[in-house]
């Protein structure tokens, strides 16, 4: 959860300035004071948080997330997804399961027609339709253990596997990645 100002929402500014942020990753460090909320903070990937509130988020109280939340630029979101996907590269076999299924987003993010975000689950049903068939095993095992219908103890992720689904989505998603960072134009 990351707690924005509204001049950010509505003015995106990349990286984004956040308040606050909160994971399960940060409970102890919060829990025990060692999270400085004094320091004024960024974050690369709010681009695709946002754009993933304003698309398809929804509202508790208040007005709806598509009048808050101004436009992301194409190379902002791209950005977040270039940086999320690198970020996963140590966990591949500590969470194949995010590896596998965070690398369909991104190649949705990075190949598709209009900058969306697509869940976990239908980022894996998009990549079994559009990535070779040489994937859709590792794709179908990581999409099934996701929906629960397939015990994680029932699979064995090969890490090669895994890998080479991750150099595929880095092939493919290349131009997009270099676009973004080197002159920040949108496609």
């Known amino acids: ?81 270039e940086a999320d996907f690198n970020r996963v590269r140590p966990l591949l076999m500590e969470k194949p399961v995010y590896a596998i299924l965070n690398a369909s987003r991104i190649l949705h993010g990075t190949t598709g027609k209009t900058m969306s975000v697509l869940n976990k689950d239908e980022a894996a049903v998009w990549a079994l339709q559009t990535a070779p068939r040489m994937y859709h095993s590792v794709i179908n095992d990581a999409l099934q253990i996701y929906r629960g219908t397939k015990s994680a103890d029932d699979v064995v992720f090969e890490e090669r596997d895994i890998i080479a689904l991750r150099e595929y989505v880095r092939e493919r998603s290349q131009a997009a990645f270099a676009r973004a960072s080197d002159d920040g134009e949108e496609e």
């Open 1 to 81: 959860m990351g707690v924005v100002q509204e001049r950010y929402a509505r003015a995106f500014e990349h990286p984004a300035p956040y308040e606050v942020h909160y994971s399960s990753a940060l409970h102890e460090p919060i829990r025990h004071s060692r999270v400085d909320f004094e320091r004024d903070e960024v974050s690369v990937d709010l681009a695709v948080q946002m754009v993933e509130t304003r698309d398809r988020g929804v509202t508790l109280v208040g007005p709806p997330p598509g009048s808050l939340f101004g436009a992301v630029p194409w190379h902002a979101y791209i950005n977040a997804l």
